[in-house]
């Protein structure tokens, strides 16, 4: 009895997952989440292109022409969805991973700051969402706002997690490649709006520049997953032997 009970135990402790292993999760589906509910509703978005079009084209709930470009999403629901549960999941990974940190390094300010952009990230990708661009004024102006706090907030979120993450025994590579990846984004956006707004240069399509600032954020969320999986693969290896 004793031994069936000790195995049950850790039978038990097996099917538990960690703080690590939610938050892996978490944070991969969020990328899976918005990677995949952008190529479901472009794949029926006539003439859709990557490099040209917007992102929020594809939540346009209406047919016609913005901005001089064509929009026409059939599955816009799909997309304006996407936006807001990879936000929601994206958030609770954030949430979920600091808690699970020593409680020093859960007070310093980088962790701090960590969890703040991702609840702006959160709540900035839930307003493109919720009121999609071709949202007529004034309240169309909230989805220019949150597109701004989702790609801000999200790419500050990399570097805060970055620095952060060498309380906690990261490593030198994972920190360097969290904050290159959040500069990396910032100024994406920023070329994104010199290059966008100006008839004097034209570098790269609109499109182009608008999705380094974005996917900077989910290349982040499956490298982090990824890397946490593995990890913990390797310690319970490690432990079983």
Same mark, same amino acid.
């Given at each position: @009895?004793?031994?069936?009970?000790?195995?049950?135990?850790?039978?038990?402790?097996?099917?538990?997952?960690?703080?690590?292993?939610?938050?892996?999760?978490?944070?991969?589906?969020?990328?899976?989440?918005? *990677?995949? /509910?952008?190529?479901?509703?472009?794949?029926?978005?006539?003439?859709?292109?990557?490099?040209?079009?917007?992102?929020?084209?594809? /939540?346009? &709930?209406?047919?016609?022409?913005?901005?001089?470009?064509? =929009?026409?999403?059939?599955? $816009?629901?799909? @997309?304006?969805?996407?936006? !807001?549960?990879?936000?929601?999941?994206?958030?609770?990974?954030?949430?979920?991973?600091?808690?699970?940190?020593?409680?020093?390094?859960?007070? $310093?300010?980088?962790?701090?700051?960590?969890?703040?952009?991702? /609840?702006? %990230?959160?709540?900035? =990708?839930?307003?493109?969402?919720?009121? &999609?661009?071709?949202?007529?004024?004034?309240?169309?102006?909230? %989805? =220019?706002?949150?597109?701004? @706090?989702?790609? !801000?907030?999200?790419?500050?979120?990399?570097?805060?997690?970055?620095?952060?993450?060498? $309380? #906690?025994?990261?490593?030198?590579?994972? #920190?360097?490649?969290?904050?290159?990846?959040?500069?990396?984004? #910032?100024?994406?956006?920023? @070329?994104?709006?010199?290059?966008?707004?100006?008839?004097?240069?034209?570098?790269?399509?609109?499109? *182009?520049?608008?999705?380094?600032?974005?996917?900077?954020?989910?290349?982040?969320? !499956?490298?982090?997953?990824?890397?946490?999986?593995?990890?913990?693969?390797?310690?319970?290896?490690?432990?079983?032997?």
């Amino acid at each position: @009895m004793v031994a069936e009970r000790t195995v049950e135990a850790r039978s038990g402790r097996n099917l538990r997952l960690s703080p690590a292993a939610v938050t892996a999760v978490l944070w991969i589906l969020a990328a899976a989440v918005y *990677v995949g /509910g952008e190529a479901i509703a472009a794949s029926v978005f006539p003439g859709y292109s990557y490099a040209t079009n917007y992102i929020s084209d594809l /939540g346009a &709930p209406v047919v016609g022409s913005y901005q001089g470009r064509a =929009v026409d999403s059939p599955l $816009h629901a799909v @997309m304006n969805t996407a936006f !807001v549960v990879k936000g929601l999941l994206y958030l609770a990974a954030a949430l979920v991973v600091t808690r699970a940190v020593p409680a020093g390094a859960r007070r $310093h300010v980088v962790t701090v700051l960590f969890i703040v952009f991702a /609840g702006i %990230h959160c709540i900035g =990708v839930s307003l493109v969402g919720f009121v &999609p661009e071709t949202t007529p004024l004034p309240a169309g102006s909230l %989805h =220019v706002v949150g597109a701004g @706090m989702a790609i !801000v907030g999200g790419n500050l979120a990399l570097i805060a997690g970055g620095i952060g993450s060498r $309380h #906690i025994g990261a490593s030198r590579a994972y #920190i360097v490649v969290s904050v290159a990846l959040g500069v990396i984004g #910032i100024a994406a956006l920023a @070329m994104l709006m010199a290059d966008g707004g100006s008839v004097d240069f034209d570098i790269l399509p609109d499109g *182009v520049w608008e999705r380094a600032a974005v996917y900077t954020i989910t290349v982040w969320e !499956v490298l982090t997953g990824v890397l946490l999986l593995s990890s913990l693969g390797r310690a319970r290896s490690l432990s079983e032997r």
